[in-house]
């Protein structure tokens, strides 16, 4: 188990909220990541497991009760822990959404980099059969209504279709692959790659050509998502806006996949939802937020498709 020597704080806006918040990340001696929103009373500890997403909807992973205590938008951060090893920690937070920062888990692994206390090896949660979610099964069980605005909101904002996220066994650590389809020709067709194996190596090259990619959405969807209650924090430092046309972007991109990339974060940071290091290949094709979270409620609904090994 691993936490942090001292307590270390964030400060932005969320970026769908658009409200100031404040963050204290402080040391732990008890195993897991647990959330804890100080601006409601008597508020209890809010586990950041994959059992405990309530929301995915907002183009985020949400914790804890959507109408009470919840913290949203937590995956860059839990990335950025992933990342360092850090598995205990309680995260103290005045608002319903972390801050955004620049948009990807960069500052995030920074702030935490001189506070990581001594480093012992993570709990592998090794994958021992194929386990696929599918977008089919993610409306399925969804009421009519619900299920024809996941069809509205899937042909105009997010247009993933027929997405996946499959994981599929690796003995070697995690290596997770996303590949994005788009009909904005900025993004077209991409895909990214990389492995997390446990070494410093890995790390630092997830570090070099990951970490920095940004989250992303087009000009002309902010003002339906503001309505919506999404995107309100988003500006050019933070986000990578489209244009329009679908042809290119209004701010300087990282990489040409820079798309692709953030979307390895994102996956990244829900599966260490796991509670621990998943050994496994992931692959995500139109994946989301929701399809991950499906993927390892699968994953753990039958203790045959997994080991856990304590080291």
Known sequence: MTSITKKVKFSGVGIHSGLNVNMVVLPSKKPGIFFKRVDIKDSALIPATFDNVGETKMRNTTIGDKNGARVQTIEHFMAALFLHGIDSAVVEIDGFETPILDG??????????KVVGKKTKMKKIIVKKTIVATRNELSKNLPFFKRIKMFILNHTIWRRGN????????????????TLVYKDKIIGTQSFSCELDGTKKSVEKFIDKISRSRTFGKHSEWEYLKAHGMGRGA??????????????????????????????????GDMFTSGGFIYGNLESVKGSHALNNLVLRKLFSDKSNYEIVEE
């Open 163 to 178: 997405g996946f996220v499959k994981l599929s066994p690796n003995d070697k650590g995690l290596k997770i692959s996303a």
């Open 104 to 113: 990807s888990a960069y500052e995030f692994y920074k702030g935490l980099e």
């Open 235 to 268: 500006n050019e430092h933070n986000i990578i806006a489209i244009n329009d046309a679908g042809d290119g972007t209004m701010n300087k991109l990282l990489y040409p996949d820079e798309f692709a990339r953030h979307k390895i974060i994102d996956a990244v």
